[in-house]
């Protein structure tokens, strides 16, 4: 018995289309609102499936010469960004490290240029006193 397709109506309104050979449903077509529609979508079905080529996706890919060397070339790849992933935590790692040294360096030449300033201040102050001092003596003994 050959195969055929039947357009059905669930309901109202509604066409879908069915391939049946030997009793057994072979396929099904979404619903239409249209039977014009349903039409259409059998006589593209009949275009496609005389074309369609048949692959089995349950077997393992051949095993080629072009494949061997993409599957090594991404291998390689992959090694590459991780290395270079590597490299760059390295040099972000050492920046920060230079940065918090710097910081440090400067902090210790900050408090050395203010305990310099301080006792700068204190001859200053130190100076003025005796400056004044050796005035009022000698003003007193004039």
């Given at each position: ?18 391939l049946?050979?030997?009793g057994?449903t072979?396929?099904t077509?979404?619903?239409y ?14 275009q ?31 090694r ?6 590597a ?14 040294g710097t ?23 130190a ?16």
């Open positions: 018995m050959a195969a055929k397709f039947e357009v059905r109506s669930p309901k109202a309104g509604q066409y879908t289309w069915v049946i050979s030997q057994r072979l396929a077509g979404e619903r609102a249209r039977k014009a529609s349903a039409e259409k979508a059998i006589e593209s079905m009949r496609a499936a005389a074309a369609a080529t048949v692959v089995d996706l349950t077997l393992a890919p051949a095993r080629t010469a072009a494949g061997a060397v993409a599957r090594t070339m991404g291998r390689r790849v992959g590459a960004v991780v290395k270079s992933g490299a760059v935590e390295r040099a972000e790692q050492a920046v920060t490290e230079t940065a918090t910081a440090e360096v400067a902090k210790t030449v900050v408090k050395r240029a203010k305990s310099s300033a301080k006792k700068a201040a204190k001859k200053t102050k100076a003025a006193k005796k400056g004044k001092a050796k005035k009022g003596k000698g003003k007193k003994a004039r």
